[in-house]
Every structure is written in structure tokens, then in C-alpha cells.
């Protein structure tokens, strides 16, 4: 038996656990949080990427169907979602999107079903709902400025304006098919903040704006003839300011009457917005916020969103209303942040709104001011920490949020549905989870938690971003005493966010058997000038504990002190991940990767040590293990690369065997991962086969040594997930098969107790779940099902298995006929490139984001065929037991090269077919290619024949 053979083999093992006594938990769970909450059912998928939640996460746009009823649509990084319900539930719609969207999404009020989403160079179109998008993003005008605003004209039908961040403005009149520019702006160096598009005149658009350089100098104009000419209202001081920029514009009907915000407050027009004034009654700075959602049955009412909690007005502006206590952010009586608000445009008494962690928000009554989540089915929470325990549990937790958020959940069902667990939580965001390996009861977080203005009025205090919970992560304490905090009313964390915390595994009391004792926690850190020229520690980057986290201390001696940068702002090492070696049992050698913490963004090349630490006493000294690393921006001048994620072989009885993922902040083409064979005195290369993926998290399979790397695709094109290295890192294949495009994947556990291993991954959208099934040739296409293919498995008749074949894959497609599947075997052969093996063979009705074609069918669906190291390749796709005729040709959904950002169904020439058999010739970077990844060829398509009977072919204008 080869090794890789015996490592799949393995992987079918259970891992026997020491498991301690499971006392009856209490699960206190508020009746508020219940009602926010329906628990939704999946399974981690055998060989495919299934999520069962957890439900809920950022969502930065919304807007409500003006043609149907109860319809909703919300937007956040992880795609689009609709309602049907009046935003009770949500069912992803994603296909044709292929990129993580920004807060943008605006339905057309000239046609029924038809939306427009924008990433921050894509523009995407739908005219049935969502089902299918079609991607409309300007060719070649994008490649160089993000998009900052769109709008949509109210009269002229297919009509879009999109704003540049370099102050230009496109237009389209047939809904993104074509587009031209529009005049320039008569001030140049100009920032566009919003545009709104006139009512009733389709040809005036009002646009603000900033400054690009100075982001002060506040201007707003009016275009005429679709923007062919420009008028500046209210030139000189408008009544916001200069300093003060717009935030939103929204017209209340045909009137005359526009609205208009900032975070300073609320302004009014009657006469389309040729002149302002601020709202009657209102002082500026008493109410403001991002967004403006005029009630579409009374002009005089008006919400405002993007701000702590909502405000309305019933009265013109006479007077605000503000909704504090009843837009609950977690569980510790705060307020959240809410986004867009909507009403129904048939049932006004229905209003939803936006929130930057929770999800959706819907109010309970038009005369009550309570609101609620409603999130079921909406799967888009940035989920930055999560962690295994016995039963089936999983634990996972949201990251990168800065606002009082719901943001941990618990499973207990190995992740099929999720139930929100914050009871005494005060977190905003956590980013790591450890379980007590002696006591599973026991579970540790570590995040952050700045401080609040809470629903009495008052500011609750910030803490040191460590908590603990004693009855399996129901209920939580925070434990940060001797974590140091900023003297003042804020009391905020001089430690910074707390990015890891380890359980020392032999610490356990009651002669090793009983709780874990020692803890160690990494952060940020923190450095402040002494006045003298030099810097003076405030916060450690690591803290340690001898009683279960009653108490900290300091233990960061040996991490290095700071530098100055050109600003004189200090940058040093912080810490974002700690791990111990396993193989010594005095517990006292542990490793930290580090990355380049502080500074205010001066140009300095850094010389501070970096990368990656070592303590063989326990913490009390730390020393430099980053030989072989590469260097800061690739200078050899400056100290190693950022390292944001360390993985230790427990395979290897010497523990000298680590992984590292190295990755440059400013040069993000540099991240990859090293090996270290040596207790890290130095480090190799070893990431071949993820082609510079930019890697946040490594785990090593207890039982088999393989290793799993949670990675992003540098270009954006969904050509990331997660990867595995079977040969010790010697090689990487992407186990992606389902994984969506528009997920990144951030943070990995593995969970070795049924029959297979269970990865899962925690992601932009939720938690991301995968069984690993055996499969030799790492092609996608799990053993039993390629063994079951025609010829006895053998599906190109070569004399050799498929499922022992890299370059051979075979599996069941699903037919036009519902229900039904036939097998298809694809074949590789070089042309340039090593090309010598599939990876992530998968019929297309696997993936969630491959929009169908109405003017062409798949009849025998198509097929996604990821080929790494590769230049051009021929293909050849066996179709058995089926027959074509001369009308059908190969169609794929790849991106229309030279154009890199726009993705489109296109016939591939040069195909060619012989009885079942076509021959496909595919070239990186060109036609068939659906990513931008150099020397890695992504097709996804197959044989089509033109429907008989369809109703668009993806090209109408509204």
C-alpha cells in the first residue's frame, strides 16, 4: 500500500477521545432570542459543501419587489436573498454571481422581478427574481476604479447611472448592455457619495460629493440630458456643511419632496432638490445616519437607517422618534447598528431593515416600536472562530464586527442547525474558540468588546476580550482580570482584539484528569510614545494563566520591542495565533505567529522581529523562529512576512514538525505556506499547488498527518475554499467541490469522531461543512463512485482504474430528466504545463453561482473541471450511452478574456466530437478559462443544443 493510499485509508478511523463525565447543562436562552431564531436542518455534505447556518451576519443592502407582494431582497458579502414571505425566511439566489457583493442592490420600478446587484467592479442584472443573474459590468472600464454608487432611473426604462471612485459616471439605456460615460464633473477630483436619479425627469440626476484628496469641500450637482451638462446646487456653503459629506438622497413620490442625510443629520427639498434646507424642528447632529426610506403612502414619514439603532418621523420632521430599546444588538441589553430600511409597498405597515451583524430586523407592529431579527435561511455570517467538541457540538463565532452583535452559536448536530448562544456574552466579535479537552463543558472565547451606549442611556465599559462558559457555551462569564485597560469613562482594552487562546493540555487538575489550568492568550498589543523618543509598553501580546483564567499575567519577554515608522507611530509583532507542542509533556514549548501590529500607515520598512516565536519554558521567554521565511514586501532589508496561521504535525512523535502560512499585508502575492522540520530553526517551502493563496488557517488531521489550509483566491474569481496536502505539504489539491464563490473561508476544525472526517469551515457565508470521503486521486470524485463507473471503472477503456488515475475522472451527471444521471468521463492530457491532474470534478447543478441559459439547454448537464499547473490542455468528455447531433455545441460560462471581471455564457471553438466523445482544447486565460489565476484553467460547461421553446437569451434590455 503507498502512503497516500494509507492516509485515505486512515481518514475512516474514529478518534478515540478522553471524554469527562456531561453533567446536565441549563440551556437559558431569553424568549427574545427565540423568536429571533428558527433553526434550519442540513447535513454536512459527503464529498460537497453544504452550510446549515448559522443564520444571520451583515447585511448591507435591502429593498423591497414593487411588482410583488411579501418580496423582499437582501444583499450582503456573501451574495443576494430574497423573501417571499415578507421577510420572514430567505432562500439564497446567487446564480451568476460570482463575486462577493458590496451594499448595493436596487430594484427597477419600470419591470416586474428585475434587480441590479453590484460588487465593487461587477454589475449584475436579473429580470425573473433573482434566479439568474447575467453579469453587465462595463467591459474594460472597471479594470482600474471600483464602483462607489448606482442608481436607476424611475421612467426610462433600462436606465442605470454607476459611479466610479475616481469620480466618473457611466450610463446605460438598455440595462447594462452598452455604456457610455458621462460629461465629467465640472470640480474635478471629486468622490462621489450617492446619486439619486430625478422621479420624474429621466434625464436629472442630483450627485454628491466629496473631495478625493481632502474628503471635506462637500458639492452637490445637478446633471440634464442624462448627465451631459452640470449645475452645482447651492454653490458655497450647503446647510450640511463642508465637512459633512451626503450619505443619501431618496425622493418621497412625484412631489417635489427629497430627502437627504448625513451623519450629522437630516435635510429637506421641495423642489427636486434645487434647494435644501435642514428638516423643521430638527437641530443638526440630533438625528443622522447612512440611509433614508420615505413611507411610499405618506411623504411626511420617513425612517433613517445606517446609524445606532433607527429614527423615524411621522410629521415632516417636526419631531423624531428614535428606536433604541426595541433594535436590541445582543443579548447585554445594546443597541444595534442597523443599515437600509424598507418598506412593503403594498402593506406599508410592514417595514424591515438592514443590520451590520444581526441579519434582518422586521417590526413586530406598526404601532410598536420593537424589532426583531428574522433570519432564517439567511446564511451570510462572517464566522471567524469555531471549534469541535464531543456529541456532535460545534461552536462558532462572527469576527470582524465592532458593533454589539449576536455573535455566537452553538450545534449540536455537527453543524445542520444552529441555535444563538450569548447569555452573559460581551463581545462584539470573537475570533477564536477552544474546547477543555478534560472537560467539554468548559469552552473559552476570545475576541473583542469596546465599549457601548446601552439601552438605558448609559455606557457599558469594554473588557479585556476573554470569556468562559461552564455549561457547554450556553451561558458566558468574561474573565480578563489583569488584562490592562485604558484608564477613563470608556475603560476600552489596552490589549487590542484577543486573536487566540490555547488550552496548555497538560495542565489539567486532579493529577491531569481535571480541567485545564493554564491558558494562554495573544493580541494585539499596545505601545504608546514615552516622550523621550522611545515607546512604553501598555499591553503585552500575550497574557498567561495558572487558575483557569481568574487571573493573567504578562508573558510576552523575548517578542521584540517596537519601531518607529515615519510618522513616529510604533509598529511591532503582535499575535495571532499560539499552538503547543504535544509531544512535550511538560507543556512548557509552544509556538506564536506573529504579524506587524500598529504604526499609522508611516512608509518604513520594518526591522522588528516577526514572523514566528518560541518558548520552551512556558511562556516566561519567547525567541525568533523565522529563519526562512520570506521577507516583508519581499524586501530582504526588512524582518519576515506577516504569519497568520501555525499547525503542528501531532503525527510527529519528535513535534518538530510545523506548518506556517505566511502572508505579506502589502504584498498579498507572497502568501503561501512553509514547513519547518526542525522545532522551527528553519523553514522550507512548501506551498506548491496553492499558486500564492492567500491562506488564514492550517489544521493537521491527528490521524493521518494530512493537512488543510483554509484559503482565498488572490483574484477574486471563487477559485478558493480549501485545500488538503496528503504528502506532507509537498503538494496541494483544492477539496472545493460546492464550496461558494462567494465565501471565503477563514478559519478550519476538524472533527474525527463518526465514520469520516467532517471539515468544517468557518466562512463569509456561515459555517461551510464537507465529509471527506476516500478518494485516491483527489479529483473531487469520492472512490466508490468512480469504481461504479461504465467499463467496470475504467471509463476511458486505458486498462487502469479512473479512481486511481489524477488525470481521469468519472462521475454521474443529473440529466434534463429530473431525477435521472448518466456518467461522463473526462480525460487531461498535457499540452503545456505539468496539467496532470482534475481537480474538483462536479456537475454544474452542484454549484449554486452557474446561472442556467433559457436560449440553450444542458441536456446531460455540464461539468466543472479545475486542471492546477497548467498552460493548455486538451480535454476529452466521454458521454456513455449517448449520442449528439450536428446542433449541438459546447457552451461554457467562463470570463470574457481580455476582460478579466466579466463572466459569460459563450460557445467554445474548436470543440470537436467523435460518436460520444468531444474534444475540448482549453488555454489559460482565454476562452473556456473561468479564472484569472495564472497557470490554473477553470472550465465549467458542456454540449448544449438550443432549446425549442425559451424566452430570453440573457441579453434583453428591462
Not at 454607476?162 to 466618473?168: E, Q, R
Not at 498535457?830 to 440553450?856: F, H, I, M, R
Not at 471553438?909 to 482544447?921: D, I, K
Request: proline fraction near 5%; aromatic fraction near 8%; charge should be negative.
Amino acid at each position: 500500500m503507498n502512503k497516500q493510499k494509507r492516509v485515505r485509508a486512515l481518514s475512516n478511523k474514529p478518534l478515540r477521545r478522553r471524554m469527562a463525565a456531561v453533567c446536565a447543562a441549563s440551556h437559558i436562552i431569553s424568549l427574545s432570542i427565540m423568536l429571533i431564531y428558527w433553526a434550519s436542518t442540513a447535513i454536512a455534505g459527503p464529498g460537497i459543501w453544504t452550510t446549515g447556518g448559522p443564520d444571520g451576519g451583515e447585511v448591507s443592502g435591502l429593498v423591497a419587489s414593487p411588482s410583488s407582494p411579501n418580496t423582499f431582497y437582501a444583499v450582503a458579502r456573501g451574495g443576494v436573498f430574497k423573501s417571499i414571505d415578507g421577510g420572514i425566511t430567505w432562500n439564497a439566489v446567487n446564480a451568476g454571481i460570482t463575486r462577493q457583493l458590496g451594499r448595493l442592490i436596487l430594484h427597477s420600478a419600470t419591470a416586474p422581478d428585475t434587480l441590479y446587484s453590484f460588487s465593487s467592479r461587477n454589475v449584475y442584472f436579473t429580470n425573473n427574481g433573482g434566479t439568474t443573474w447575467s453579469d453587465r459590468t462595463p467591459s474594460g472600464m472597471l479594470t482600474t476604479s471600483g464602483l462607489s454608487s448606482a442608481t436607476l432611473s424611475r421612467v426610462f426604462p433600462g436606465r442605470i447611472y454607476i459611479a466610479l471612485n475616481d469620480g466618473s459616471i457611466l450610463r446605460s439605456d438598455d440595462a447594462g448592455l452598452t455604456w457610455v460615460g458621462t460629461s465629467p464633473l465640472p470640480v474635478a477630483d471629486r468622490f462621489i457619495t450617492t446619486m439619486e436619479a430625478h422621479p420624474t425627469d429621466p434625464d436629472v440626476l442630483l450627485v454628491a460629493t466629496q473631495s478625493l484628496s481632502m474628503g471635506a469641500d462637500v458639492r452637490v450637482f445637478r446633471g440634464t440630458a442624462a448627465g451631459g451638462a452640470w449645475t452645482e446646487i447651492c454653490p458655497g456653503i450647503c446647510p450640511w456643511g463642508d465637512f459633512s459629506a451626503l450619505n443619501d438622497i431618496a425622493f418621497a413620490g412625484s412631489s417635489g419632496k427629497a430627502w437627504a442625510i448625513t451623519f450629522g443629520g437630516v435635510f429637506q427639498s421641495l423642489d427636486f432638490g434645487s434647494s435644501w434646507s435642514a428638516t423643521p424642528g430638527l437641530p443638526v447632529n440630533q438625528v443622522g445616519g447612512r440611509y433614508l426610506a420615505p413611507n411610499p403612502d405618506d411623504n411626511d414619514d420617513l425612517f433613517v437607517g445606517g446609524r445606532l439603532g433607527l429614527a423615524y418621523t411621522t410629521d415632516n420632521g417636526s419631531t423624531w422618534t428614535e428606536v433604541l430599546t426595541g433594535f436590541g444588538g445582543n443579548s447585554s441589553a445594546q443597541i444595534g447598528n442597523s443599515q437600509q430600511v424598507v418598506y412593503d409597498p403594498f402593506n406599508t405597515s410592514i417595514q424591515l431593515a438592514g443590520s451590520l451583524s444581526n441579519g434582518v430586523y422586521r417590526r413586530i407592529s406598526a404601532g410598536m416600536d420593537i424589532w426583531m431579527p428574522n433570519v432564517t435561511g439567511l446564511r451570510t455570517a462572517n464566522i471567524r472562530a469555531i471549534a469541535v467538541a464531543p456529541g456532535n457540538r460545534v461552536h462558532a463565532g462572527i469576527g470582524d464586527i465592532f458593533e454589539p452583535s449576536f455573535n455566537t452559536f452553538r450545534s449540536t448536530n455537527g453543524g445542520s442547525s444552529w441555535t444563538p448562544t450569548n447569555s452573559g456574552l460581551q463581545a462584539d466579535h470573537l475570533r477564536d474558540i477552544s474546547v477543555d479537552p478534560n472537560n467539554d463543558l468548559i469552552v473559552y472565547a476570545s475576541g473583542l468588546y469596546r465599549p457601548h451606549q446601552n439601552i438605558m442611556g448609559g455606557s457599558d465599559n469594554a473588557n479585556g476580550g476573554i470569556y468562559k462558559s461552564t455549561d457547554g457555551g450556553v451561558n458566558w462569564t468574561t474573565i480578563d482580570t489583569g488584562i490592562p485597560l485604558n484608564a477613563g469613562a470608556s475603560n476600552t482594552s489596552l490589549f487590542g482584539t484577543a486573536r487566540t487562546i490555547t488550552l496548555d493540555q497538560f495542565s489539567g487538575s486532579a493529577g491531569g484528569t481535571g480541567p485545564i489550568q493554564d491558558l494562554y492568550v495573544g493580541g494585539t498589543g499596545r505601545y504608546a510614545p514615552d516622550g523621550l523618543g522611545g515607546f512604553t509598553q501598555q499591553a503585552a501580546r500575550i497574557y498567561k494563566s495558572t487558575n483557569a483564567g481568574g487571573s493573567w499575567v504578562a508573558m510576552d519577554n523575548g517578542l521584540g520591542a517596537p519601531q518607529a515608522d515615519s510618522f513616529g507611530s510604533p509598529i511591532f509583532a503582535s499575535v495571532v495565533q499560539i499552538v503547543q507542542d504535544s509531544t512535550d509533556a511538560t507543556g512548557n514549548t509552544l509556538y506564536a505567529a506573529t504579524f506587524i501590529g500598529g504604526g499609522d500607515g508611516g512608509i518604513t520598512v520594518p526591522t522588528v522581529p516577526n514572523g514566528v516565536f518560541k518558548t520552551i519554558d512556558g511562556g516566561a521567554n519567547w525567541a525568533a523562529m523565522s529563519n526562512g521565511l520570506p521577507k516583508f514586501d519581499g524586501n530582504p532589508a526588512a524582518t519576515e512576512a506577516s504569519v497568520l496561521s501555525l499547525a503542528i504535525d501531532p503525527t510527529d512523535v519528535t513535534g518538530m514538525t510545523l506548518y506556517a502560512s505566511s502572508n505579506d499585508l502589502n504584498n498579498s502575492a507572497l502568501g503561501t505556506v512553509y514547513k519547518t522540520i526542525d522545532g522551527g530553526a528553519n523553514w522550507t517551502f512548501s506551498g506548491t499547488g496553492l499558486n500564492n493563496r492567500d491562506v488564514r488557517d492550517l489544521m493537521v488531521d491527528v490521524l493521518t498527518g494530512d493537512v488543510y489550509a483554509a484559503a482565498a483566491d488572490p483574484s477574486s474569481n471563487g477559485d478558493g475554499g480549501v485545500y488538503v496536502s496528503a504528502d506532507g505539504g509537498a503538494s496541494w489539491q483544492s477539496i472545493s467541490v460546492g464550496f461558494p464563490p462567494t465565501a471565503v473561508s477563514t478559519k478550519l476544525a476538524l472533527d474525527n469522531s463518526g465514520a469520516n472526517l467532517v471539515i468544517h469551515a468557518g466562512t463569509t457565508r456561515s459555517v461551510q461543512s464537507f465529509e471527506v470521503l476516500p478518494d485516491e486521486d483527489t479529483d473531487g470524485v469520492s472512490d466508490p463512485v468512480e469504481t461504479a463507473a461504465p467499463n467496470g471503472g475504467d471509463g476511458n477503456l486505458d486498462g487502469m482504474q479512473d479512481a486511481m488515475q489524477a488525470e481521469v475522472s468519472s462521475t454521474p451527471l443529473q440529466t434534463i430528466n429530473r431525477g435521472d444521471s448518466e456518467y461522463v468521463t473526462a480525460v487531461l492530457t498535457a499540452q503545456t504545463g505539468n496539467c496532470n491532474s482534475l481537480e474538483n470534478v462536479t456537475g454544474l447543478d452542484a454549484l449554486d453561482s452557474v446561472p442556467l441559459e433559457s436560449t440553450y439547454v444542458l441536456p446531460f448537464n455540464g461539468l466543472q473541471l479545475r486542471i492546477p499547473d497548467c498552460q493548455s490542455a486538451q480535454i476529452e468528455l466521454i458521454f456513455h450511452n449517448r449520442s449528439f447531433d450536428n446542433t449541438s455545441r459546447i457552451r461554457t460560462y467562463a470570463l470574457d478574456f481580455p476582460d478579466e471581471l466579466r463572466f459569460q455564457w459563450q460557445f467554445l471553438p474548436g470543440a470537436s466530437l467523435s460518436g460520444n466523445t468531444w474534444t475540448l482544447t482549453l488555454n489559460d486565460g482565454q476562452l473556456g478559462d473561468s479564472t484569472a489565476e495564472d497557470n490554473v484553467i477553470l472550465f465549467l460547461g458542456g454540449p448544449s443544443e438550443l432549446a425549442e421553446i425559451f424566452f430570453d437569451d440573457g441579453m434583453e434590455v428591462e
